[in-house]
């Protein structure tokens, strides 16, 4: 009798996380992405998204070639988290409290729209 109940509760719970969960793939605008990196990102990361940016023969550690399968090996969230929260020991800085949450996944969007995602095998 107490298994119904369970049951009950555990198929509710799996519904409403995979609502909050489906909700939440968010994935941006690439136009206003675009706008976003050529202001913020283009310098260091270049027009192509290979690392050639017009600072980047500046920097002691170059900056990420974002066409590099290394970099398309990378998750949307692992990307999101580098944008906000910058890479150590790079001159990759934060861009949380510079950019709203909605700048940042245009961002990603507007990378991925370049750069997809590409699990490597």
């Known amino acids: 009798m107490a298994l119904k109940p369970m049951l009950f509760s555990a198929v509710t719970f799996i519904i409403a996380v995979t609502s909050l969960v489906s909700a939440q793939t968010m994935r941006g605008n690439s136009q206003a992405g675009q706008s976003v ?40 969230w692992e990307l999101l988290v580098t944008i906000a929260n910058g890479a150590l020991f790079t001159p990759m800085h934060d861009f949380r409290g510079k950019l709203t949450d909605e700048q940042m996944l245009d961002v990603m969007a507007y990378i991925r729209s370049v750069a997809p995602f590409d699990r490597v095998s």
């Open 37 to 76: 990196y050529q202001q913020h990102c283009l310098r260091c990361h270049g027009k192509q998204l290979d690392g050639n940016g017009p600072d980047s023969r500046d920097l002691i550690v170059r900056p990420t070639n974002l066409l590099s399968q290394a970099s398309r090996a990378k998750t949307d």
